[in-house]
């Protein structure tokens, strides 16, 4: 299966919201509630930020939300701040074994 | 609070088998699921499978061929062998653990593979 599909880059200014798109199909984003969304600053591992589509871990800031609508899942960042930059990876599951990764979407804090 | 830490070659020759193990401290090796995750240089993550300490096990559909896992909980590791290796399989390989649903709570820093020819 294809990886799921997110844009390469976005950016917002400090203070602003922006929102990060991660598309798939019926058999992933659109069939279960196992969305997840990932920080990851270059050469560290991976944050979970969001999981369950809308839920957020302890100590992961509320300026973080998820949604869905269909096979589209999206991630907002409210009150953009200079370390939010990183990059941002989406994740749904796909059925039997399978996790599919989006490509990754790069936030830049202008 | 739960540490993750990989160990294994750095450099693994191609058409060999490549083995990594991932030890866990601050909390029992039963209370989660134990995962492998990948990401090429300058590129995405891949899900490569995970174990449980049950026994049950599960791996993504285009690597299961090569891929197997154990888990040892006297040791509190688990390993991952990924069998005749190419270039392609160059990438840093994260081991991580999760007790949700398809997501993963906690990740190792993960350890840098090198295919070579």
């Known amino acids: 299966q294809s990886a799921l599909t997110q844009p390469p880059s976005a950016s917002g200014s400090p203070g602003q919201s922006v929102t990060i798109s991660c598309t798939g199909t019926s058999s992933d984003v659109g069939g279960y509630n196992y969305v997840s969304w990932y920080q990851q600053h270059p050469g560290k591992a991976p944050k979970l930020m969001i999981y369950?589509?809308?839920k957020r871990p302890s100590g992961v800031p509320d300026r973080f939300s998820g949604s869905k609508s269909g096979n589209t899942a999206s991630l907002t960042v409210s009150g953009l701040q200079a370390e939010d930059e990183a990059d941002y990876y989406c994740s749904s599951y796909a059925g039997g074994n399978n996790l599919l990764f989006g490509g990754g979407t790069r936030l830049t804090v202008l | 609070q739960v540490h993750l830490q990989e160990s294994g070659p750095g450099l693994v020759k191609s058409s060999e088998t490549l083995s990594l193990t991932c030890s866990v401290s601050?909390?029992?090796?039963?209370?989660?699921?134990w995962n492998w995750i990948r990401q090429a240089p300058g590129k995405g993550l891949e899900f490569i499978g995970y174990i449980h300490y049950s026994g049950r096990t599960g791996c993504s559909p285009s690597l299961e061929s090569r891929v197997t896992m154990s888990l040892d909980t006297s040791k509190s590791q688990f390993s991952l062998r990924l069998s005749s290796v190419t270039a392609a399989d160059t990438a840093v390989y994260f081991c991580?653990?999760?007790?949700?649903?398809?997501?993963?709570?906690?990740w190792g820093r993960g350890t840098l593979v090198t295919v070579s020819s």
């Open positions: 369950e589509v809308v």
């Open positions: 991580a653990g999760s007790n949700r649903g398809w997501c993963f709570d906690l």
């Open positions: 601050g909390d029992s090796i039963s209370s989660y699921y």
